[in-house]
């Protein structure tokens, strides 16, 4: 008897659906079952709206969630977290969320949704929907706030509310059709500087209200002590911190330094972070430093004991919407050294308080340091041009000269970096900042 495929294929699908429908009737009994669950958390949700972010890295952007959901927990706000990233969270996150008694769900790794084939990639969003529906429930994610990334098929709902928090993806990310779509179905956008913003509304063309709220200083780093630095004795610790991609101008620092050492300056260089670039700058620092001149730390969890072993903090970046790391060294009362680029003037307390450096290199130029051109942008904001325009690096020559002149006047870039610390510390807490997110969410939602 021949074969009926189109029988058989029908077959292979409502048996899929059954399935299908077993596996979300057990996995979701208890949900079911346990009425008062769903009173706790109808009960303390008091309007806060759920956060979507990818929480299986450990970087900037879940530093400052982590942060932010602490302190918001504190003012009696239940936390809502859909982790975007087909991982789970991390460890540390989990139990972070968990002692706030924060709900984190993770839909891309549902297993009841992951058992269809990628033929269904429909009805594995809309089943991640509703099992995420169910989990955190429906009127809790009326409001999302999505961290750096647009919202995947599962969150969007013809009702459902939208802010985009841009953390870097206008600047990092091309301009086309698809992500430009993307933006314009947000109800507003949270940018992280002025300089974000430009690039929000002149490159990529969004007509919707745009708030800047610039990031706070991370706990560890607000209460520590602050010192007003001497100056060394025997040699000056130069830092950088960062991942070690292309578009963090690592390269410019070490040739910098070797510029620096050429001329007989005491300096050594520490480079905290990690990255796909890391191979390609040991290899440079092996040709142009001293082995006792240089130190590749990798990551770095405790930015404080850093900073306590710094004299002057180096951010050489060809493109920073906002620049965290420089701040907090700044917070730290240590001179700090910036490439006059994009958000970097603006974490300055006071004009003066860091030293800007014009970046000069073009990415072609850039790359013959010891570098690569990948995953850089396509145009970042020249404060002191006010215009966007093609990336640039530093000139290590240029760094350098900036560098010998905060050592050779070491004193006086101590006392105002001191003075740029303390008002750091009262205007960037995790209180003001907190408090203006949570003005805007009011705004917006």
């Not at 077993?22 to 806060?48: C, I, N, P, S």
């Not at 927990?73 to 008694?101: C, M, W």
């Not at 314009?184 to 063309?205: A, T, Y």
Request: glycine letters at 6%.
């Amino acid at each position: 008897m021949p074969c009926n495929y189109k029988i058989l294929g029908g077959f292979r699908y409502y048996s899929r659906l059954y399935l299908l429908g077993r596996r979300l009737k057990e996995q979701t009994q208890d949900y079911f079952d346990t009425a008062d669950r769903t009173e706790k958390y109808e009960m303390r949700a008091v309007g806060l709206p759920a956060n979507y972010l990818a929480l299986d890295d450990f970087g900037g952007l879940q530093c400052l969630y982590a942060g932010f959901a602490e302190a918001v927990a504190a003012k009696g706000y239940q936390i809502y977290t859909v982790n975007r990233a087909k991982a789970g969270p991390l460890p540390h996150f989990s139990a972070a969320l968990e002692q706030i008694d924060g709900v984190v769900q993770s839909p891309q790794t549902y297993r009841v949704a992951n058992i269809l084939p990628n033929s269904m990639r429909k009805t594995r969003g809309w089943v991640q929907r509703i099992r995420l529906n169910q989990m955190i429930g429906r009127s809790n994610l009326d409001h999302v706030v999505c961290w750096n990334a647009p919202p995947d098929r599962y969150m969007r709902t013809k009702h459902r509310k939208f802010v985009f928090y841009d953390h870097g993806y206008s600047s990092i990310n091309k301009v086309n059709t698809w992500r430009q779509k993307q933006l314009s179905r947000m109800n507003g956008i949270i940018s992280v500087s002025e300089s974000n913003k430009r690039l929000l509304l002149d490159l990529w063309q969004y007509q919707g209200p745009v708030h800047v709220v610039s990031n706070p200083l991370r706990q560890a780093i607000a209460r520590q002590s602050l010192n007003k630095r001497n100056t060394p004795t025997k040699e000056f610790r130069i830092t950088c911190a960062a991942r070690l991609i292309s578009f963090k101008g690592i390269a410019s620092v070490i040739h910098a330094t070797s510029y620096l050492i050429d001329r007989g300056y005491p300096v050594k260089l520490t480079i905290a972070g990690d990255g796909p670039e890391a191979p390609t700058l040991k290899e440079t620092a092996q040709k142009l430093l001293p082995k006792d001149k240089v130190a590749f730390l990798g990551l770095v969890q405790d930015m404080a004991a850093l900073f306590d072993e710094t004299d002057i903090f180096v951010a050489p970046s060809l493109r920073e919407p906002f620049g965290l790391s420089p701040l907090e060294a700044l917070a730290s009362g240590i001179p700090t050294v910036l490439s006059n680029i994009d958000g970097h003037p603006e974490i300055l307390p006071f004009e003066g308080a860091a030293t800007l450096v014009e970046p000069e290199l073009s990415v072609r130029e850039y790359v013959q340091l010891g570098s690569t051109n990948e995953k850089l942008p396509e145009y970042v904001y020249f404060p002191s041009l006010q215009s966007i325009a093609e990336p640039k690096a530093l000139a290590p020559d240029s760094l350098a000269e900036a560098l010998s002149r905060v050592i050779e006047t070491y004193a006086d870039h101590a006392n105002t970096a001191y003075e740029a610390a303390q008002q750091i510390r009262i205007g960037s807490s995790i209180e003001n900042y907190t408090d203006n997110l949570l003005d805007i969410f009011g705004k917006v939602f």
